[in-house]
């Protein structure tokens, strides 16, 4: 956890140890602590504050997207407006979720998150589908300029594989596990696996995979 709110830091680290599958790994204050918390070894969920003492949250969720593909990052913060919740997601976020859930709600919205969801408050899922319905309103459809279709991407047996985990939930290490390789063999083939679908997170990765084919 990257969070420089102390009371709200107190009263998730006491949710989150009431539970039983879960473990905090780290929490820490500031911009560069969480940069520097990025050295260690990846961890299946991270929760990122925006509005931290030395900068900008958005950094720490770049590079995190960067160093942990596998990991599923999630916003935690008092900034509802559209621009920080499109760079928060552009830069790798898969959940949006504003300071104004009791800290039980938060336990389960990380629960479903590391599941393969997406938890996003009401006012930030309005801020998206307001933004997608100007988007369709001002796109142009002229089938003569219509791009050529992209070759249909393939994937390796290994890659695949991987894949199938992915969705089913697995963590990097239990996957490594499972195909008797190193937890930084299973993290080459995630990158592999996102540049071939083009897309920047495992949320992303598990829809597009579903959407070409790959998944039942």
Not at 70 to 82: A, K, L, Q, R, Y
Request: glycine share 6%.
């Amino acid at each position: 956890m990257v969070e420089d709110d102390v009371n709200f830091q107190n009263a998730l680290m006491v949710a989150i140890e009431t539970e039983p599958d879960m473990t905090l790994l780290g929490m820490v204050g500031t911009r560069a602590q969480g940069l520097q918390l990025l050295e260690q070894a990846p961890a299946d969920v991270l929760l990122v504050d925006l509005g931290l003492p030395d900068g900008s949250g958005i950094d720490v969720i770049r590079e995190a997207h960067e160093r942990w593909p596998t990991c599923n990052i999630m916003v935690s913060t008092t900034f509802g407006d559209e621009a920080h919740v499109l760079q928060s997601i552009e830069s790798g976020a898969a959940g949006y979720l504003l300071k104004d859930s009791a800290p039980q709600n938060m336990v389960a919205e990380i629960r479903s998150l590391h599941a393969g969801g997406s938890p996003i408050s009401p006012q930030i899922a309005r801020h998206i589908l307001m933004r997608f319905r100007g988007s369709l309103h001002s796109s142009v459809s002229v089938v003569e300029h219509r791009e050529p279709a992209k070759p249909r991407v393939t994937l390796s047996d290994k890659e695949q594989d991987v894949l199938e985990y992915i969705t089913r939930g697995f963590t990097t290490r239990e996957i490594a596990a499972l195909m008797s390789v190193s937890n930084h063999t299973v993290i080459t083939f995630v990158r592999r696996i996102y540049a071939k679908l083009e897309v920047h997170s495992k949320t992303e990765a598990v829809y597009e995979a579903r959407n070409q084919g790959f998944l039942r």
